[in-house]
């Protein structure tokens, strides 16, 4: 991976509701948009993140600008999950997405729970998106699986924002492309989650690096465009 300038991309999983009315506020105040990862069999359900989004939201995020990215319809676990039954949960929620938003389509998807996915799993999902993010708290830099981009979850490090800011650092230096992930926005946060002062620190931060702020599917159509060779 060799790019010009760095890029960073901003993506909420399960898109519960203060990831949009509170992080998307904020991404559209530097306007920059962002991924929304979602299960659509949670839609306006009570979740360890908060309230999800509604189907009226689904159509929201995308008239800001915003990219919808798939998460399994019933927010499979990428490990514990049968791999076929995994596949069917991502076209279910390829189909569910159709019926609400038509001419909808999702380019790229995240790993729900486990984001480390079995062997079988990220084969079978690689057959359907440009891209499939996990975790591994790094940036991508070098040969790219593209069934496996590396994404760092905020949560992890709210209370140590140092970590962060060395990270969008050495992204600066590698010219890499650095995904950072998060769940809910809040004053009062859940675990997966982080506060709303750090979460626009992070975007502040992320600008003045210099880097591209995109979200995951037009980053890779980026990166596609500086010719950099990256593994299938």
Known sequence: MRNTVPVISFTF??????????????????GVAGTYYVSLGLLDRDESVGRICSAAHLKEVLNQGHELGCH???????????????????LENQRALAGVTPGAKFETMSYAISTTPRPATKRLAGQYFACCRAGGQRNNTGTVDLNYVHSFFLERSRE??????????????????????????????????????????????????????????????????CSIPLAE
């Open 72 to 90: 399994t319809f019933g927010h499979c676990d990428a490990w514990d999950t049968d791999p076929h039954y995994f596949q069917h949960s991502i």
């Open 160 to 225: 140590r924002p140092d970590v962060i800011w060395d990270l969008i650092e050495r992204n600066r230096k590698d010219n890499g492309w650095l995904i950072f992930s998060t769940h809910d926005i809040s004053c009062q946060p859940t675990l997966y989650g982080c506060m709303p002062q750090l979460f626009e620190q992070v975007v502040e931060r992320s600008i003045a690096s210099g880097a591209k702020i995109f979200p995951v599917s037009k980053a890779l159509a980026f990166v596609h465009s």
């Open 13 to 30: 999983d399960d898109f519960p509701l203060s990831a949009l009315e509170v992080g998307g506020k904020i991404l559209r105040q530097h």
